[in-house]
């Protein structure tokens, strides 16, 4: 089978093949969407429940840096996983008059097979990208993109944080994407120009990467606390709440800080009637003004009642906690932190069922995704 290089260079050759017509389909029809979600722990393409059938056999020490370091091969098993679960999460996409078909993985070497592939007629075929994985195939990916929009191929890119302004390939990309979900902050500037003009846009963040009401809601849940860090974000300022949270609620209160959870420990957390979450991706206070990481999502998904600092005003945390769906604290104040637990411990049932149900229905990537794809509309 042809790599991905060798299918970009005979791009050329297949530019003048007749591509798929485009649907266009009448209100009330029913669309037939299918996925194909890369990661960069697959290979070639394929269906995504075989791909999540293998994974666990999957031997991630063959892929870093150093097989002997028990702890990178550690890391690395957690964010294999951690980006299968996109592609289960987004497996279970559901949205009015679509029809979502069995999601496909892929990852570097797939691509290559979905140059090759055939569309049906009567079916919408999507790329979808995350992360700042584009970065990987920096060179080719933007010619990769462009040759798939012109077979009938939409691409969906969900950067989750600042690739914009950080991610050098998003040049790149930009002109070929049709939907572009990116965090809170504006684009920069030339980023935003390179969009097409049709590209949707839609401004939101982290999400949590877990299939919609997959863990039962708990009436009783423990009374405790439990955080989900990890060591990039064990800073000094970290330290002391952490600290500070061990010596007011001694036992009711836990600390994970070794990066995540394993993909099968992670609907045990909600045991918890508290997740006290991260608040940045990058752990320092200006860039995070905006910008989060998951594990808010995820206390909420599982029915935890999330509590994260407040860096600043503003966001979507700022609009969840004013609808009581978060609560949040000052930037580092102790004392409110420790305020801001006890109320959450003492949450009723009602107060934890809303945020539930809030956050499954609303705040998954397969929820967000969805919704998106919904909004869209037919291939243009």
């Not at 909420?300 to 600092?309: K, N, Q, Y």
Request: net charge neutral.
């Amino acid at each position: 089978m042809s790599t991905i290089s060798t299918a970009v260079e005979n791009m050329t050759t297949l530019e003048g093949e007749i591509l798929p017509t485009a649907i266009h389909a009448g209100p009330g029809t029913t669309r037939r969407v299918r996925l194909f979600v890369f990661s960069p722990w697959a290979d070639r393409l394929q269906a995504g429940a075989d791909y999540l059938l293998g994974l666990p056999a999957l031997d991630v020490a063959k892929r870093v840096s150093n097989p002997a370091d028990a702890a990178l091969v550690r890391m690395a098993r957690l964010d294999c996983d951690w980006h299968g679960e996109n592609i289960r999460a987004l497996g279970s996409a559901r949205a009015e008059q679509i029809e979502f078909l069995p999601v496909q993985a892929l990852g570097k070497s797939g691509l290559a097979d979905l140059l090759g592939a055939t569309k049906p007629a009567d079916e919408e075929w999507w790329l979808v990208l995350t992360g700042q994985h584009p970065q990987m195939m920096a060179g080719m990916i933007g010619k990769v993109l462009g040759f798939l929009a012109r077979r009938g191929v939409r691409t969906l890119y969900y950067a989750f944080d600042d690739a914009s302004r950080t991610m050098p390939a998003f040049a790149e990309i930009a002109p070929h994407l049709a939907v572009l979900i990116h965090d809170e902050l504006p684009l920069a500037g030339l980023a935003k120009t390179a969009l097409r003009a049709d590209c949707s846009v839609v401004h939101r963040s982290w999400v949590a990467n877990l299939v919609p009401f997959a863990s039962p809601f708990l009436e009783a849940p423990e009374k405790k606390i439990i955080f989900l860090g990890s060591k990039l974000g064990l800073t000094p300022h970290r330290q002391r709440q952490i600290d500070f949270l061990s010596k007011k609620f001694r036992d009711k209160f836990t600390a994970i800080c070794d990066h995540s959870l394993s993909v099968a420990d992670r609907t045990s957390l909600s045991r918890y009637q508290v997740g006290f979450c991260p608040e940045g991706r990058k752990f320092v206070t200006e860039p995070m003004a905006l910008t989060h990481t998951d594990r808010p999502f995820w206390a909420g998904v599982l029915g935890m009642v999330p509590v994260s600092e407040d860096s600043r005003q503003g966001g979507r945390l700022q609009k969840l906690q004013e609808a009581g769906l978060i609560m949040r604290y000052p930037h580092g104040d102790l004392k409110s932190l420790g305020e801001v637990c006890e109320r959450a411990l003492e949450a009723t049932v009602e107060v934890r069922r809303s945020i539930y149900d809030h956050f499954n229905r609303h705040e998954t990537i397969s929820a967000v995704v969805a919704a998106e794809l919904q909004a869209v509309g037919h291939l243009r």
